[in-house]
């Protein structure tokens, strides 16, 4: 979220991010689907968007960086511990309390957990396991995009960095800093997907 606010005051905006999704899933869940079969229509996904985060499109960077190949990457990274603490209080915890959400949420949470076995991650993975994961998951994404498009960078580094890879003016804000976890459940709240 953070990435998201500071790429839209840098006047890449709109962002999208999964609350997108959740803002229209009758739209962008079959549009999901159908990526995941091969299908993509991302000119229908990202219809009025300027950049993009999180997931669900951080699991097709690779038919991403073919169906853009000028588009720039950046691969936020962070301690894998710390990473697994937060995904498994966030959208583990919601795809691992499926059984108790309303029915007309599965769907949406159904593509999630598609778009996140897609990148290789499983909610019963073990913290170690989903630890080794995510730094394979990162070399991934570094075998596939080219150096020169991609940023390799930690939300702590501040604008520096990011606006320097962008080619863009550095904002006199500081740069934004939300608080993921709670972002989530309020986003899923916003959106309607909670028990």
Same mark, same amino acid.
């Given at each position: 979220?953070?990435?998201? /606010?500071?790429?839209?005051?840098?006047?890449?905006?709109?962002?999208? #991010?999964?609350d997108v999704v959740l803002g229209d899933p009758?739209?962008?869940?079959?549009?999901? =689907?159908?990526?995941?079969?091969?299908?993509?229509?991302?000119?229908?996904?990202?219809?009025?968007?300027?950049?993009?985060?999180?997931?669900?499109?951080? @699991?097709?960077?690779?038919?991403? &960086?073919?169906?853009?190949? $000028?588009?720039?990457?950046?691969?936020? #990274?962070? $301690?894998?511990?710390?990473?697994? !603490?937060?995904? @498994?209080?966030?959208i583990f915890a919601a795809l691992?309390?499926? =059984? $108790?959400?309303?029915?007309?949420?599965?769907?949406?949470?159904?593509?999630?957990? &598609?778009?996140?076995?897609?990148?290789?991650?499983?909610?019963?993975?073990?913290?170690?396991?989903?630890? =080794?994961?995510?730094?394979?998951?990162?070399?991934?994404?570094?075998?596939?995009?080219?150096?020169?498009? +991609? +940023?390799?960078?930690?939300?702590?580094?501040?604008?520096?960095? +990011?606006?320097?890879?962008?080619?863009?003016?550095?904002?006199?804000? !500081?740069?934004?800093? /939300?608080?993921?976890?709670?972002?989530?459940?309020?986003?899923?709240? $916003?959106?309607?997907?909670?028990?």
């Amino acid at each position: 979220m953070s990435l998201r /606010t500071a790429l839209e005051q840098l006047g890449l905006g709109p962002c999208y #991010h999964m609350d997108v999704v959740l803002g229209d899933p009758a739209t962008h869940v079959p549009l999901w =689907n159908a990526a995941q079969a091969g299908k993509p229509d991302w000119a229908a996904i990202y219809q009025g968007q300027r950049s993009a985060v999180d997931w669900p499109t951080a @699991s097709f960077y690779p038919e991403l &960086h073919a169906a853009f190949p $000028d588009a720039k990457f950046v691969l936020t #990274h962070r $301690d894998p511990q710390s990473w697994v !603490e937060s995904i @498994s209080e966030t959208i583990f915890a919601a795809l691992l309390s499926r =059984n $108790d959400a309303p029915p007309e949420v599965h769907p949406w949470l159904d593509m999630c957990m &598609h778009v996140i076995a897609r990148a290789g991650f499983d909610p019963a993975m073990s913290k170690d396991e989903l630890a =080794n994961r995510f730094i394979a998951h990162n070399e991934a994404v570094q075998a596939a995009i080219p150096d020169s498009q +991609l +940023l390799l960078f930690q939300v702590k580094e501040g604008w520096a960095p +990011l606006c320097e890879f962008l080619g863009l003016a550095l904002p006199e804000s !500081e740069f934004p800093r /939300t608080n993921d976890r709670a972002a989530f459940w309020q986003l899923l709240e $916003d959106g309607g997907a909670t028990a």
